[in-house]
Nanobody, 119 residues
Framework: QVQLAESGGGLVQAGASLRLSCAAS????????AGWFRQAPGKEREFVAG????????YYADSVKGRFTISRDNAKNAVYLQMNSLKPDETAVYYC????????????WGQGTRVTVSS
């Protein structure tokens, strides 16, 4: 069983950067694909970025390509999301996830970390 805990959210101005971290517990974390999702108020949870279990391939939502970077360190049981040039409409709760790149494929979620981008 993998458990996830996100950190790094906060309040920033538009155009700023944030780095989210996700600490995983459980020795099998390195066996699984991981990703970040977000859910804005009144909206469905959506995929943001994903990374293969070995870190060799990454995937991004079109809306964040070129601005966000996902990475992982399996030795530290961690996955990260570097977010640059943040926009106000990216205000959301960001969730770390393990299992896949769509909501139905995810089998473990973190508790989420709130990111607020002011204009």
């Amino acid at each position: 069983q993998v458990q996830l805990a996100e950190s790094g959210g906060g309040l920033v101005q538009a155009g700023a950067s944030l780095r989210l971290s996700c600490a995983a517990s459980g020795r099998t974390f390195s066996n699984y694909d991981a990703g970040w999702f977000r859910q804005a108020p009144g909206k469905e949870r959506e995929f943001v970025a994903g990374i293969r279990w070995n870190g060799r391939q990454t995937y991004y939502a079109d809306s964040v390509k070129g601005r966000f970077t996902i990475s992982r360190d399996n030795a530290k049981n961690a996955v990260y999301l570097q977010m640059n040039s943040l926009k106000p409409d990216e205000t959301a709760v960001y969730y770390c996830a393990v299992g896949g790149y769509t909501v139905p494929d995810v089998f473990t979620w973190g508790q989420g970390t709130r990111v607020t981008v002011s204009s």
